[in-house]
């Protein structure tokens, strides 16, 4: 070694410092360097993964605040709609209600009406009765007695004589119901004599409802079915126009 210039003594001694130096460097400078990088690393990649995470979070609270942003408006527009449908339901409730409570009204009106039309022709009934009977009284004075003369204008008007229905005499009907028109409202005892006539022709379990129409004058129309049996005055006068033509 010496032949080559090297003093092994104090190599050894350089080397022997260098490796105490090295062992130095490295416990107390290279070691806390590295470590303190790697701390730094694993916060940098803790921190990445906390904002990856965050991020996750983020994206999810977003996505769960559109849910239910939809949802919300979903259940708004259903409540809208449902709130929609009651009123127009409600709206058709009332103007159904509206309509029939007018009609039961109208049709109340009508039956007034012509119940009052029916006791003014029930009036007036008795006051043609009392004409009739003093124009007979000025004809043909006293050959007719008060109750022959209302007989009389009683068969006019209900259109029963004897006891029997003028229009039905040798008529035969069948049917299960009849309506019967006459001129004026009849009394209770005529209606009897009318339904138990109708009744013989119709048979007991047939029905027989009456109604007024002035414009006949006098008689009976009654209609069964199709068939229409007519014993009115203004009939008979119709049917004698027609003759004189």
Known sequence: MEALGINLGYLLVQVFNFAILFVVLRAWVFNP????????????????EDARVAEEARAKAEEAADKILAEAQQEANQRVRQATERAEETAREIRTAAETEAGQIRERVAQEAQHAKEEALGELRGQIAAL????????????????????LIDDFFSGVKSGKVVVLEGEQVSGASADVTSAVPLTDKEQEQVKEDVLAKLGGSA?????VDPSILGGLIIRVGDKI?????????????QTVK
């Open 229 to 241: 049996l007519d014993g009115s005055v203004a009939g008979k006068l119709e049917n004698m126009r």
């Open 132 to 151: 009739a009977m003093a124009a007979a009284q000025k004809l043909i004075g006293d050959a007719l007695d008060e109750k022959r003369q209302r007989s």
């Open 33 to 48: 360097i590295v470590n303190m990088l790697e701390q730094r690393r694993e916060k940098i990649a803790q921190g990445l």
């Open 207 to 211: 029905t027989v409802s009456f109604k």
